[in-house]
């Protein structure tokens, strides 16, 4: 299959139709000279009515962790972008409900099939480091972002970006005072070449 072919799949996909309140609306984005990739949860309602990954406050607060503008983070040629669940789940007792779990296994192997350049995957949140590290993952989400350079230079799993995770942040200083700074130098290498 093309990418061509994948994308359009992809963007026919009704495999969780039944599951999903707003009905299907995947949103990806990716090319085949994506150098990072990242592995977010599911849109939110937001992005499924815009249809563009990323375009809410998470987004804003990512861009800014990244070190790059807009313009650089929608630039598909150099960074890919597939959730762990391509549309809106749903609205769950405290806030989202978790990915769709027919995703992953349906897409993501043939997404990174057409990734040949891939340097980096930014994996964010429980459901992408589940699913991507396995049992190598540390007991927790933040013994695992702690254990950063575990998973380098494959993998760099973060905590989400949501502004719900305020309290986390504010635990956790050494999250923004450490980590991030790393974060950026390698996006800003990858994307110099």
């Not at 950026?184 to 070449?193: G, H, N, Y």
Request: proline share 9%.
């Amino acid at each position: 299959m093309s990418i061509t072919q994948l994308k359009a799949a992809i963007k026919a996909c009704t495999i969780c139709e039944k599951n999903l309140p707003l009905g299907p609306r995947p949103v990806a984005s990716f090319e085949a000279s994506s150098r990072i990739l990242i592995i977010g949860q599911a849109p939110g309602t937001k992005v499924h009515a815009s249809g563009i990954p990323w375009d809410d406050a998470s987004g804003k607060r990512l861009r800014n962790w990244m070190g790059i503008d807009t313009e650089a983070f929608y630039d598909a040629s150099k960074i890919a972008i597939v959730p762990m669940g391509f549309c809106y789940p749903g609205r769950g007792k405290s806030g989202d409900l978790p990915p769709r779990p027919e995703c992953a296994p349906q897409w993501h192997d043939a997404i990174l099939e057409q990734l040949p350049d891939l340097e980096l995957t930014l994996l964010i949140g429980k459901y992408a480091q589940d699913y991507y590290l396995g049992k190598s993952r540390q007991s927790n989400l933040t013994k695992t972002v702690q254990a950063y350079q575990d998973y380098l230079p494959a993998y760099f799993p973060l905590v989400h970006p949501s502004p719900r995770n305020q309290i986390w942040m504010r635990k956790n200083p050494w999250f923004e005072k450490d980590i991030i700074p790393e974060l950026q130098k390698m996006v800003k290498l990858i994307l110099a070449k």
